[in-house]
């Protein structure tokens, strides 16, 4: 049977995540975003919305 290491005796384990080659995580901007959806989206959204609502009367799946 192997005996392990001495030098694996002594590694250290990491305590935390390694640190970033590109800089501290400050210095990553943040995305913005926008406040509502476009009229669009919240059309299709309402659109699905309501089919969900009629598929939910009917008797039978898929019809």
């Known amino acids: ?5 001495a030098a694996a005796a ?8 390694a640190p970033s080659l590109t800089g501290p995580a400050s210095d ?3 995305v913005l975003r926008r406040a509502t959806a476009p009229p669009a ?4 959204l309402a659109q699905a ?3 969900l609502e009629e598929a939910a009367v009917l008797p039978t799946p898929n019809e």
Not at 1 to 5: D, E, R, T
Not at 10 to 17: E, K, S, V
Not at 41 to 44: K, Q, V
Request: proline fraction near 13%; avoid cysteine.
């Open 1 to 5: 049977m192997a005996k392990p290491s």
């Open 10 to 17: 002594h590694r250290r384990r990491a305590t935390g995540p």
């Open 28 to 30: 990553v901007h943040p």
């Open 41 to 44: 989206a919240l059309d299709l």
């Open 49 to 51: 919305r309501s089919g």
